[in-house]
Structures are given as structure tokens and as C-alpha cells.
């Protein structure tokens, strides 16, 4: 089965704790998207990156980090620098820019 | 910064009866998408509409874009309890040099037994 996965479901981290975030696709898509999304909100981009070895900041990159190595890995971490990381976080892709987004099921992360 | 709006951002109607929501936006786009999402869930992508177009449909989905009033609707007709999600439009800026794609913030639907 083609599609986007996302781990782990929910994330519990204390203050001060880094935290990756793990996002993986076979749909042999280019760009890569991570996003956040709090309580009744929409979506914000974090990072977002076009092709491999390459990526860009988004809307709300600051306390955050992304690499992309490999086509299909996008993982996202959440730094201590961060300071109000609790919400929902999407990891999507796309074949290329503006097209159709596919959307993993999402990592809750809850700084206690 | 914000360029897709919808309205309104709440929604409830009985089942079996339409379902509309509005998708406004400031800049010239390429073209326009809306997409579900159940709650906790990731996102679905429902449809997509090009600039060049007025109007498409996809099931019981139907979707118009006037650029003149730079707005869309999305139309659910015959609703269903299934139907119950939050809806998003999400536009690129033609004039936007990183070709983002940015969302709203959604209308939130939900349909009544």
C-alpha cells in the first residue's frame, strides 16, 4: 500500500527535551511538508522541502529543525527552543509544488 | 499569513439537507483546493480547481471558484452523518515566490441526526 506515515501517534516530552518526530513516504513524492495545528486552528508550515537535500522555512520555523536525506524521510524535530510545542503536528507530500497533498495521520505532542 | 478564509466556521444542518461553505482569498491564485479532516485525523484532499475553471464537481461534492469575487464555495449535497468534519480551502499565491500553499482555518461541519 502506497501512502504516509507518521510516528509515534502521541508524544509526551518534558521541558527541555528534544524530540524527533519521524515521517515516511512511498509514494515516491518530491516535496515534503510538516505542519502544526493547534486547538480550532488551521494549518501553519513549518518546514517544507522541494527535492532532497534541500528545504525551506516555513511560517513558524523558529524552535524547530528538518533535514531531508533520503526521498522518502522528512523527520522534524521539536527543539527546546520551542516555546509552547504542545499541538498537533501534520507531515504531508505532494508529487510537486501546488499539487494535491497527501497527509499522514498526525503526531499529538504534549510537553508536561 | 493567511490567504484562504472560510465561512462560516461553524456549521450544523440536519441530514439530508446541503451543505455549504465559502472559501475567500486576497492574491491571484494558480488554483484552489479544499480537503477534510476528521477529527484527530490527518487531512483528505476532496478536490481541486483550477483558476481557469468555474465550477466542478466530485460525488455529491460540488465546487465553484469566481476569481472576479476571489471566493469559492464548497457544496455537499444530501449530507450525511459521515459527513461530519472539519473543511479546509487551501490556495497558492500566484505572485508567491515560494509557491507555498497556504490553508484557512476551517469550517467546521457537523450534521445532525
Known amino acids: 500500500d502506497g501512502g504516509i506515515t507518521q510516528s509515534p501517534k502521541y508524544l509526551f516530552r518534558k521541558e527541555g527535551q528534544n524530540v524527533t518526530l519521524s515521517c515516511e513516504q512511498n509514494?515516491?513524492?518530491?516535496?515534503m511538508y510538516w505542519y502544526r495545528q493547534d486547538p480550532g486552528q488551521g494549518l501553519r508550515l513549518i518546514y517544507y522541502?522541494?527535492?532532497?537535500?534541500?528545504?525551506q522555512k516555513g511560517d513558524i520555523a523558529e524552535g524547530y529543525s528538518v533535514s531531508r536525506e533520503k526521498k522518502e524521510s522528512f523527520p522534524l524535530t521539536v527543539t527546546s527552543a520551542q516555546k509552547n510545542p504542545t499541538a498537533f503536528y501534520l507531515c504531508?507530500?505532494?508529487?510537486?509544488?501546488?499539487?494535491?497533498?497527501?497527509f499522514g495521520p498526525g503526531t499529538r505532542l504534549t510537553v508536561l | 499569513s493567511q490567504q484562504g478564509e472560510e465561512d462560516p466556521q461553524a456549521l450544523s444542518i440536519q441530514e439530508g439537507e446541503n451543505a455549504t461553505m465559502n472559501c475567500s482569498y486576497k492574491t491571484s491564485i494558480n488554483n484552489l483546493q479544499w480537503y477534510r479532516q476528521n477529527s484527530g485525523r490527518g487531512l483528505v484532499h476532496l478536490i481541486l480547481i483550477r483558476s481557469n475553471e468555474r465550477e466542478k464537481h466530485s460525488g455529491r461534492l460540488r465546487v465553484t471558484l469566481d476569481t472576479s469575487k476571489k471566493s469559492s464555495s464548497l457544496l455537499i449535497t444530501a449530507s450525511r452523518a459521515a459527513d461530519t468534519a472539519s473543511y479546509f480551502c487551501a490556495t497558492d499565491g500566484r505572485r508567491n515566490r515560494d509557491d507555498k500553499i497556504i490553508f484557512g482555518k476551517g469550517t467546521r461541519l457537523h450534521i445532525l441526526p
Open positions: 522541502s522541494q527535492i532532497v537535500n534541500d528545504f
Open positions: 509514494l515516491n513524492h518530491d516535496a
Open positions: 504531508a507530500s505532494s508529487i510537486g509544488r501546488n499539487n494535491e497533498q497527501f
